[in-house]
């Protein structure tokens, strides 16, 4: 079973920058890939990011491509993710996933889910 604790979340200005954390349980996080979605009132899940279990392979879509780097720390077993030049449209609540096997743009492929932050972007 994969434990996935989400932290970081808050209000920010339009243009601001947050970064996410998601403290994963001991022993299972280097054997996943790992995913940063988001969900915003009345739309639909959407990946932000993903990385894989190497560390090195990423995946983000256009909507954040060149804003948002996701980043994974074996030594304390937590991914995040940096979002820089937020707009508001970024708001939504964001959501760590993990799953056994490669990034995958369907949140239905991933297993675990944590709790979820909130982020707010102001304009």
């Known amino acids: 079973q994969v434990q996935l604790v989400e932290s970081g979340g808050g209000l920010v200005q339009a243009g601001g920058s947050l970064r996410l954390s998601c403290a994963a349980s001991?022993?299972?996080?280097?054997?996943?890939?790992m995913a940063w979605f988001r969900q915003a009132p009345g739309k639909d899940r959407e990946l932000v990011a993903a990385?894989?279990?190497?560390?090195?392979?990423?995946y983000y879509p256009d909507s954040v491509k060149g804003r948002a780097t996701i980043s994974r720390d074996s030594a304390d077993n937590t991914v995040y993710l940096q979002m820089n030049s937020l707009k508001p449209e970024d708001t939504a609540v964001y959501y760590c996933a993990a799953r056994l096997g490669w990034i995958s743009t369907w949140g239905t492929n991933y297993d675990y889910w944590g709790q979820g932050t909130q982020v707010t972007v102001s304009s």
């Open positions: 001991v022993g299972t996080f280097s054997s996943h890939t």
């Open positions: 990385i894989a279990k190497d560390g090195h392979s990423t």
